[in-house]
C-alpha cells in the first residue's frame, strides 16, 4: 500500500508489515548447530529450533521455562531433547515454545540481560565454536547500532577489527565532552 502526498499527487510513503523489516530479516542470523538442536540470539532473545518426530503435537510437548534452566521432553522420545541450567538468565514469563509444521519445536528466550552473549544455550553444553561466536557478537553490536541510530541501516555492515571487550557499552561515550563521569 501506498498513501498519497495530498500537495503533489505523488506517493508519499510505504504503508503497510513490508515497510519496517527487522535487523533480522534484514541482515540474517548465526545459527549455531548444537547437535540435537540449533540455536541463535539477538540482543534480546535466544531462538532455539529443535527437530521433533514428524506428526507431533503441542499436546505431546513438555517444554519448561524457568528463569535460569530449559527442559524439552517429547512423548514418543525416550529421553530429553534439553534438559539443562541456562547460560544467561531469561524472562520465563515474556518467553514461549510452539510446535511448527508438526516437525519442528521453536523455542524463544527472552534475555533478562540486554546483549549478554551466551557461549552455549546450557551448561555444559556445545559451545560455540571461535568464528561462530564472533559472528553472533558482530551481529548483536550491528543490531545494537541499528537500533541506536535508525536513520542508518547496519545490516550489511562488516567488521574490520578486533570487537570492543564490552560491547554493551562501546561507544556510550562518544559525541560527549570528553569528561569522564
Given amino acids: 500500500l ?27 542470523t548465526v545459527d549455531a ?16 529450533r529443535v527437530p521433533v518426530p514428524d506428526g507431533t503435537r503441542g499436546r505431546d ?11 524439552l521432553r517429547v512423548r514418543g522420545v ?3 531433547l534439553i534438559d539443562g541450567e ?5 524472562k520465563h514469563e515474556e518467553s514461549a515454545w510452539s510446535v511448527e509444521d508438526r516437525c519442528v519445536v521453536s523455542i524463544m528466550l527472552v534475555k533478562v540481560r ?7 544455550l546450557v551448561r555444559g553444553g556445545a559451545e560455540l565454536d571461535p568464528l561462530t561466536k564472533k559472528q553472533m557478537d558482530e551481529k548483536m553490536l550491528l543490531e545494537k547500532f541499528q537500533g541506536e541510530h535508525a536513520g542508518f541501516d547496519f545490516s550489511g555492515a562488516q567488521f574490520n577489527g578486533a570487537l570492543p571487550a564490552n560491547p554493551d557499552t562501546f561507544l556510550d561515550n562518544i559525541g560527549g565532552d570528553g569528561a569522564d563521569g
Fill in 2 to 28: 501506498t498513501q498519497t502526498d495530498s500537495q503533489s499527487d505523488r506517493p508519499a510513503r510505504r504503508v503497510g508489515c513490508r515497510s519496517r523489516m527487522s535487523f533480522e530479516e534484514k541482515a540474517g
Fill in 33 to 48: 548447530n548444537a547437535g540435537a538442536y540449533t540455536w541463535t540470539q539477538t540482543l534480546e532473545d535466544v531462538q532455539v
Fill in 61 to 71: 510437548v513438555q517444554c519448561t521455562i524457568t528463569p535460569t534452566h530449559l527442559s
Fill in 78 to 80: 525416550a529421553e530429553a
Fill in 86 to 90: 541456562l547460560c544467561g538468565n531469561v
Fill in 114 to 120: 540486554r546483549h549478554e552473549s551466551w557461549p552455549a
